[in-house]
C-alpha cells in the first residue's frame, strides 16, 4: 500500500555539505584577507607568523596581530551579525524587504553613537574610560535600535501594506538623520571628523578593547537570537496562525527585538551603519539552502554574511591604492544588485519572506 | 441527555463577543450565546456577512477575547490554560493564505507539532509518526515534497487542514474552509471533515456560507441570526422554519422538491405543461426558473405539448390562437421570456 511507504522529505545531508562548503569558502577568504594589505607580507609568512610568532619580523608580527586579524574578525562577526538581524526582522515584519536599515534600524543605532561621539564622549575621552565608553557607545545604538524597532513595529501592527512600512522605515530614518545634522551643527570639528568617518563604515578602526566588547554582545545577540528559532519558524505562518499552535506573541516579539537591537546596535556602534548586508544575504541563504527553516537559515545567514564582508573588506583595500575604500560604499555595490532582484521576482510586493 | 452532559466538551455560558474599540465603548458586540458542544459533532455555522462569525470562532480559540461570560473547556474555564495547553486541545484553519517561500508541505505539516517539541522544534519519532498519519488522513501524500506556493487553493487547504491534524487536538476549528474552492475542493474537503468526525472522532466546528453542503454534511447547525442562534440537527431548523429568518429581506428560499436553496421567483404567469414524463420534467425545471408557474392541466391561456416527431423531440407551444413549434428548451424559454409576459 501508498501508505506503507516512508516520506522522504529529510534533505539534510545536502544542507550540512553546503554548510561546510560555504565554510572553507570563508576560511579561504580569512586567509587572503590576512596576506592582503599595504606591508607586503609574503603568503607563506602569514602562517609561520601565526604558528610561530617569535621566529619573524616584529613589524609583522605587529600588523598581523594588532591589525590585520582584528579587522577581518570584525568583518566576519559584523557581517554575520547583520544577516542575522536582518533575516529575524525580515520573519517578524513577514517583509521581504526589512533590514536593519531600510527600516531605519541602522539609523536609530547611529543616532545613539552620534549623541555619545558627538554630545558626550569629551567626558570619556581619557584613556582609562575607553573600556566604559566602548560600553556607552554600544549601549547607546542598542538603545537607539530599540527605539526606531518599536517605533516600526507599532506602526505596522496598524498599517499592514509592506511599501507603507518601508516609506515609514525612511521617513524614520530621515527624521534620525535631521537630528544628527543638528548635532553635527554644534559639535567641534575634531569630533565631527570622528563621527563622519564612523559613517563611511569602518572594521580596522577597534580598539582591542572594542573588539571584546563587540564580541561578548554579538555573542549574547546570538544566543538570543538561538532561543527564538523555534518561535520564527512558527512565525512564518503569521500571527493567527502561530498563536494556535501554541505560539506567546508577546515574548517572542520580545526576544527577537531583544536580539535584533543587540545585533545591529553592536556593529553600527563600532563599524558604521553598513547596508544591504541585512536584507541581501537572508535572501541568498533561501537561494542556496531552498529552505524556510531557521534553524537552517540562521547558520546560513552566519557564514554568508561573514563571506559578504570578507569580500567588501578585500574590494576595499584592492591594490593598486594604499587606502581603503569606505566599506559602505562597496557593500552597497555588492548588495543593491541582489535587492533588485528581489524585488523584481516578487513584483506583487505582498508576499511573504 | 445525562450521556450527552458527560461529552460536553466546550460550553459557552453567557458569552459576549465582539471588539472593544478606545473612545467607542463596546463598538461591536453579539451575545449572550449559551451553547455547548459536544464530542464527536460535526458544526457548521452559518449566517450572515458580518454578523460575527469569525468573531465567535477567533474567541472560542482564544485568538480574541470575550467581551463578557466565559468558554468552559473541558470543564475548566479556558483562561485557566496557558497558550501552549490551549494548542493541545484546539486546533485552527483559516481561509488566510500562507504564502512562504522554499516552505515544503511536510514542513508547514510538521509545524501542527510546536505545542510538543522541545525549545529548538526538534521533531522526534513519535511526532514524524503523527505528522505522516495526519498526511495520510487528508489524502496529500502526493504533494509531500511540494512547496507550498505551488499548490493550488483546494490542496492548500488541505495542507492547513493536515497541519491542524498533526496538532493532534480533539477540537478542530475552521474558519470557512471551503472559500475560495471549486465545487469538487469543496466536497472533499467536506468529504474529510465528515470522516474526521465520523470516523476519528474529531470535534469540528466550521462556519461557511455554502448552506447547502452544511444541510447535508453537519450534525448540527448553529444559525446565528440577529436575536441569538438557533441551534439544531439541519432537518430540526428547516422542521422550526429557522431558516426563514436567515433570509428575511433577501431574494433565497429553501425549495423542499430539490432539498436545496433557490432564488425566489417571482410568479408571473400560469402554464399548461403536458408530454411524457421524461420530457416534462427538464422542461418544467426550465419554465420554472423564468418564472412561471407550471401546471398539469390543458385550461391555461398558454400551453406547451412536448411530443416526440420523427428522430427528435419538438415543443408546441399554444398561446391563444397562436401555435408555434420549438427544437430546444433554450428557444422555448427566449420566446416566453420576450412574448409572453
Not at chain 1, 554568508?304 to 587606502?323: E, H, K, N, R, V
Not at chain 2, 430540526?236 to 433557490?262: A, I, T, V
Amino acid at each position: 500500500m501508498d501508505s506503507m511507504k516512508p516520506i522522504h522529505h529529510d534533505t539534510g545531508i545536502h544542507k550540512s555539505f553546503l554548510i561546510f562548503l560555504l565554510l572553507a569558502v570563508a576560511f579561504f577568504l580569512f586567509a587572503l584577507d590576512l596576506i592582503t594589505g599595504p606591508v607586503k607580507i609574503p603568503f607563506k609568512q602569514v602562517f609561520v607568523t601565526l604558528f610561530y610568532p617569535g621566529s619573524v619580523d616584529p613589524i609583522w608580527k605587529q600588523v598581523l596581530f594588532d591589525f590585520r586579524i582584528p579587522k577581518a574578525l570584525t568583518a566576519m562577526i559584523a557581517g554575520s551579525a547583520l544577516a542575522v538581524s536582518g533575516l529575524q526582522m525580515q520573519t517578524i515584519f513577514r517583509n521581504p524587504l526589512a533590514g536593519p536599515d531600510v527600516l531605519g534600524i541602522s539609523s536609530g543605532a547611529g543616532l545613539g553613537v552620534a549623541l555619545v561621539v558627538l554630545g558626550f564622549d569629551r567626558f570619556f575621552s581619557g584613556g582609562e574610560m575607553l573600556y566604559i565608553s566602548g560600553w556607552i557607545q554600544i549601549v547607546a545604538a542598542w538603545t537607539g535600535s530599540a527605539v526606531v524597532l518599536l517605533l516600526v513595529m507599532a506602526v505596522s501592527l496598524r498599517v499592514r501594506d509592506i511599501m507603507t512600512i518601508l516609506i515609514l522605515g525612511i521617513l524614520f530614518g530621515s527624521a534620525v538623520s535631521a537630528v544628527v545634522s543638528i548635532l553635527q551643527y554644534f559639535s567641534e570639528q575634531t569630533m565631527l571628523k570622528t563621527y563622519v568617518i564612523w559613517t563611511m563604515g569602518n572594521f580596522g578602526s577597534l580598539t582591542g578593547m572594542q573588539l571584546n566588547v563587540l564580541l561578548i554582545s554579538i555573542a549574547a545577540g546570538f544566543a538570543v537570537s538561538v532561543l527564538s528559532l523555534k518561535r520564527m519558524n512558527v512565525l512564518l505562518t503569521g500571527e493567527t496562525y502561530a498563536r494556535s499552535v501554541g505560539l506567546n506573541l508577546k515574548s517572542s516579539r520580545i526576544l527577537i527585538f531583544l536580539s535584533t537591537s543587540i545585533l545591529t546596535g553592536s556593529v553600527t556602534a563600532f563599524c558604521g551603519p553598513i547596508g544591504f548586508v541585512g536584507i541581501a544575504i537572508p535572501h541568498l541563504a533561501r537561494l542556496l539552502f531552498r529552505s524556510a527553516d531557521h534553524k537552517v537559515l540562521f547558520p546560513g545567514c552566519i557564514i554568508l554574511g561573514a563571506i559578504m564582508l570578507l569580500i567588501s573588506d578585500l574590494i576595499s583595500q584592492m591594490p593598486p591604492q594604499d587606502t581603503h575604500l569606505p566599506v559602505n560604499a562597496v557593500t552597497a555595490l555588492l548588495g543593491i544588485p541582489i535587492v533588485i532582484w528581489i524585488i523584481v521576482k516578487n513584483q506583487r510586493l505582498v508576499s511573504v519572506s | 441527555m445525562d450521556h450527552q452532559k458527560q461529552n460536553i466538551i466546550i460550553d459557552l455560558k453567557d458569552l459576549m463577543i465582539g471588539y472593544r474599540t478606545r473612545g467607542v465603548q463596546n463598538a461591536f458586540t453579539y451575545g449572550p450565546i449559551n451553547l455547548s458542544i459536544h464530542s464527536g459533532d460535526l458544526i457548521a455555522l452559518i449566517g450572515r456577512n458580518g454578523i460575527g462569525k469569525s468573531s465567535l470562532l477567533r474567541t472560542i480559540t482564544r485568538l480574541q477575547n470575550p467581551v463578557g461570560g466565559n468558554i468552559l473547556l473541558l470543564g475548566k474555564d479556558d483562561f485557566s490554560y496557558n497558550r501552549a495547553e490551549l494548542a493541545k486541545i484546539i486546533s485552527f484553519v483559516s481561509t488566510e493564505i500562507v504564502g512562504v517561500q522554499n516552505l515544503q508541505v511536510y514542513e508547514m505539516v510538521s509545524l501542527g507539532r510546536s505545542p510538543y517539541t522541545n525549545w529548538l522544534g526538534k521533531l522526534e519519532h513519535f511526532d514524524h509518526s503523527s505528522i505522516q498519519s495526519a498526511i495520510d488522513m487528508a489524502q496529500i501524500r502526493h504533494l509531500t515534497a511540494k512547496f507550498i506556493y505551488q499548490l493550488s487553493d483546494g490542496e492548500r487547504q488541505k495542507v492547513m487542514i493536515a497541519r491542524a491534524l498533526a496538532q493532534d487536538t480533539p477540537v478542530i476549528i475552521m474558519d470557512e474552509p471551503t472559500a475560495f474552492l471549486d465545487l469538487p475542493s469543496r466536497y472533499e474537503i467536506l468529504r474529510l471533515m465528515n470522516e474526521l468526525s465520523g470516523q476519528a472522532g474529531k470535534t469540528i466546528l466550521f462556519s461557511t456560507h455554502d448552506l447547502d453542503i452544511a444541510m447535508h454534511e453537519a450534525d448540527i447547525i448553529w444559525l446565528m441570526l440577529n436575536e441569538g442562534i438557533a441551534e439544531g440537527a439541519p432537518e430540526d431548523l428547516l422542521f422550526r422554519q429557522q431558516f426563514h429568518k436567515l433570509f428575511l429581506n433577501s431574494p433565497l428560499e429553501y425549495d423542499q422538491q430539490s432539498d436545496g436553496f433557490r432564488l425566489k421567483k417571482e410568479i408571473h404567469k400560469t402554464i399548461g405543461l403536458q408530454g411524457p414524463e421524461e420530457y416534462v420534467f427538464y422542461t418544467e425545471k426550465a419554465l420554472k426558473r423564468i418564472g412561471f408557474q407550471v401546471n398539469g392541466t390543458n385550461e391555461d391561456m398558454i400551453r406547451v405539448e412536448v411530443v416526440s416527431e420523427g428522430s427528435g423531440i419538438i415543443w408546441i407551444l399554444e398561446a391563444g390562437i397562436e401555435t408555434r413549434k420549438f427544437k430546444s428548451i433554450y428557444e422555448l424559454t427566449y420566446y416566453l421570456k420576450y412574448n409572453c409576459k
